[in-house]
Structure formats: C-alpha cells, structure tokens
C-alpha cells in the first residue's frame, strides 16, 4: 500500500478515535491522578459544554481535588444549569468542613426543588448546628420533599433555635412533615409545643396521634 494512502488512514483513525473518546470516562480517571492534577482536570470538566460532564466533574470533586474541592464546588454551584448545581449541593455535603455550609443555606434558595432537597440532605450529612437557620426556612418551602427533608435533620440536630418554625409545621398540608417536625419537638422537650401537639392527637390518622402523644410524653407536663 502506498505511504500516502497508510498516512491518509491513519490520519482517520486518529481523527476517529478522538470522536469515539467519551469524555465522561475520561473524567473518572480524575481517581488515580493526585489532587492537583484531578483539581486541573476537573475545572476543565466544570467549563464543559455538556452538563452531564460539568455534573460528573462537581460530583468528583470532593473526594479528588484536595484543598481546591471547595473553590471548584463553588464554581458549579452558580452553573446555569439545575443538574450540575444539584451535584455540586451533594457533593458539599461530602466535604466535611464547615464553611460548606455558607454554600449550601445559599442553595436552600435555588430554583430548583432538587437543588434544595440535595442541600438540605447536605446539611443534614455535616451535622453541624449552625445550619438550622436554613434549615427553618426550608421548612416552609413550596415543595414537600424539600419540607419533610427538612425535619427529618432538625429532627437529628436538636436545635432549641428551631422550634418555632417547627410548631408552625405541624400546621403544614404534609403528613410526613407534621410527624417529623413533631418528632424534632419531643426531642427538644419544647412545652411551646404542647398545644399544637395535643391538637395533634385528634387527628384522624393513628400514626400522626401515635407520634403527637410519643412527643408529648418526652415533653412531660
């Protein structure tokens, strides 16, 4: 075969295989480079036009980027696009450090009911006592999913600071929510409770009476 002809061939499959490359594969190779060359290789991933590979690169980020997790993180929590912002809220969550909590009560807000939900479960896995301001304003969110995810945590973090927003909760349309929020009060011992929680026990649905009358009992008299 002729040197041109070889050449010509091995230009289109070079030029092939760069078109077979998947660049979301690429990027989980991030998890054998060091911290800074995956901190590199992900901002890259972050500047993607795809929105898969931009939510793949936040997602990556906590575990592979070392100190530049949070600055990265950062960055796709302003991405234009739900997803990728939706990533980087769970992935804060896997941070471990505390100033990732400035990020995530400023995600409470965002638009999107799955970037609220992913927030509030991050705030839930830090555990750390100063998100419950946030966490108050999302229980008074739009979507349930987000209310119930909301006190469930507060349930877990027993924030005195919270109460009042969870007595205004149990007034709420959402079962899952009341009983939670209910739940959150016993276990804060709140006698401001009392009269929305005995208000409670009337209900019709025996698990709503059945958790209302568990709180009251931790709440005693």
């Known amino acids: 075969m002729p040197r041109a002809v070889l050449a010509v061939a091995a230009i289109i499959a070079t030029s092939c295989g760069h078109a077979d490359r998947d660049p979301l ?7 054998t480079m060091s911290a800074e060359d995956s901190a590199r290789r992900l901002s890259v991933g972050l500047d993607d036009p795809s929105p898969r590979v931009r939510s793949l690169a936040a997602g990556l980020a906590a575990e592979n980027a070392g100190a530049a997790a949070l600055g990265l993180l950062l960055r796709a929590a302003q991405d234009d696009h739900p997803d990728v912002r939706a990533s980087a809220a769970g992935a804060l969550g ?11 009560s400023d995600l409470v807000h965002d638009p999107s ?4 939900q992913r927030a509030v479960q991050s705030l839930g896995v830090l555990g750390h006592k100063s998100g419950a301001g946030a966490l108050s304003i999302a229980l008074q969110d739009r979507e349930p999913q987000v209310r119930r995810e909301a006190a469930r945590v507060l349930a877990r973090l027993n924030v005195p600071e919270s109460a009042d927003s969870l007595i205004s ?19 804060l011992r709140s006698a401001a409770a009392r009269s929305a929680l005995q208000e409670m026990t009337k209900s019709s649905n025996p698990y709503e009476r059945a958790v209302a009358a568990a709180a009251l009992n931790k709440i005693g008299s």
């Open 113 to 116: 009911s799955l970037v609220r």
């Open 94 to 104: 896997r941070l471990n450090r505390s100033d990732a909590i400035f990020v995530l």
């Open 169 to 187: 909760a149990l007034s709420g349309d959402d079962l899952e929510t009341r009983t939670w929020a209910a739940r959150a009060l016993g276990e």
């Open 25 to 31: 594969q690429e990027l989980l190779t991030v998890r």
